[in-house]
């Protein structure tokens, strides 16, 4: 057990150094790579971070331009999706700054009534109807909830990460992490409530 | 009960299923909430959140990953396209560097030995060579100010039709 946790351990190291090897030659079909294997959670990470579709994917295609030129920057030494979020992170800060809004929430656009709306696959009208029924709930759920504990609920529950990846990632001390979360789950209480009555 | 144990309670329930929970934790954690309202509905709340954030699917489209791609490899050409000119740039620098010291010394010496077969003044001979040095960029300089530069290239242009046309009749 212990060799399999050392080999895995190792085979990850050397995933990532291959990684951090790659962006630094500027290599495309790594970077092709790259983006296909984390599209899904880079996106949902910015949609949940802006709240607007359209805006998360602006964001998305500056994050991977960001990765191309600031791939040197990353040596390997911790998980390169870590690295990833938080140069999308920089970029979303970068992006509300140029338009310094009070909030995250501001970037949300007014008319846009959906803004969490998944991608749809040809599903049937019932998966359509149980989709948006999920979404709404998710949707008016979620919109209780601050952007800075919005985060930090993203990156612990869909994301899986460790308390002290997030505080790397955000750059925030491992306990300001635990109260965000927090803080985060105790907004989401009423529609959490509601929806379980 | 103490705030202490409210607050390690919370601390393992946030860690747990991402970080590494000591089963001696677990345990104690699993105790705890049997005595405290308070916590465990904060355990059940944590559940809730996590089952909702996983509810709903985000995916990227297979457009907005093309767009992605293509972008990021024109710019990863430009990049590459910048650097070697960058590196064409400095080794063109340092050749001049070192080519005109070399040749400002032997011009140094040549104009020296012109002055004295002349017989002119050693004062003349270090603002001779200087004019002599910069007279290649002053005349490139007075050529271009006399004629701007989108004139060259359009004289060039034409030069290029007209060559073009020459051929094709």
Redesign the interface.
Known sequence: MVATAFSSLVAMETEEAQIARGLRRRDPDLLDALIEQYQHRLLRYLLHLTGNRATAEDLFQETWLRVLEKGHLYDGRNRFVTWLMSIGHNVAIDHLRKRSPSSLDEMKDPEDGAPFEPEAGGPSPLDMAVARQQRETFDEAISRVPPLFREVLVLRFQEQMKLEEIAKLIRIPVATVKTRIYRGVMALRPALKGGAQ | MSNHEHERA??II??Q???NVAARDTAWLESHLAQCSECAE?AA??G???Q??????????AA??A???A???A???H??EHQARVVLIAVSFCIGVLSSTASAWLWWKVGGWVAERIGLPTSYVAPGILLFWALPAIVIAVLMLAFPHHGLEQSLMLAVAREREGEKS
């Open positions: 919370i601390d946030t860690r299923g991402v970080d904060y709340l944590v809730s959140t996590g909702l954030l996983r509810a709903v699917a985000v995916t990227a489209s907005l990953v767009t992605t791609q972008r990021v490899r710019r990863a050409a990049l590459r």
